[in-house]
């Protein structure tokens, strides 16, 4: 079965850290560009960061640029989101999301990152994990 699991969520106090890791079963993620988003409760699905497949873009939203860095590991068929200095309003179910190399680029000249919204057409999508962010 072809799928994406996501884990490491958890309950973690204001400022505090968490590591998720979205790993590929029956299918290598060299090939795709790969995302994270989140959704919190009564809210729409938002793009959080992604990472290219083939010079490792990166892109961030601005709402976690500095906080959260974006990984992959080819070898270990998995990919990270470190997240560090963790707010409230960081709390959510994230998602990851396997797409083609366009689905994630950044601009050589202007460095402008660009993250195809949720509503594209995702090859693959992880069945999420809880983040909740309080004291």
């Known amino acids: 079965q072809l799928q994406l699991v996501e884990s490491g969520g958890g309950l973690v106090q204001p400022g505090g850290s968490l590591r998720l890791s979205c790993a590929a079963r029956g299918f290598t993620l060299d090939y795709y560009a790969i995302g994270w988003f989140r959704q919190a409760p009564g809210k729409e699905r938002e793009g959080v960061s992604c990472?290219?497949?083939?010079?490792?873009?990166?892109y961030y939203a601005d709402s976690v640029k500095g906080r959260f860095t974006i990984s992959r590991d080819n070898a270990k068929n998995t990919v990270y989101l470190q997240m560090n200095s963790l707010k409230p309003e960081d709390t959510a179910v994230y998602y990851c999301a396997a797409a083609n190399p366009l689905f994630c680029t950044v601009e050589a000249g202007t460095r402008v990152g660009y993250m195809a919204p949720p509503n594209h057409e995702y090859d693959y999508w992880g069945q999420g994990t809880q983040v909740t962010v309080s004291s």
């Open positions: 990472i290219s497949s083939t010079d490792h873009s990166i």
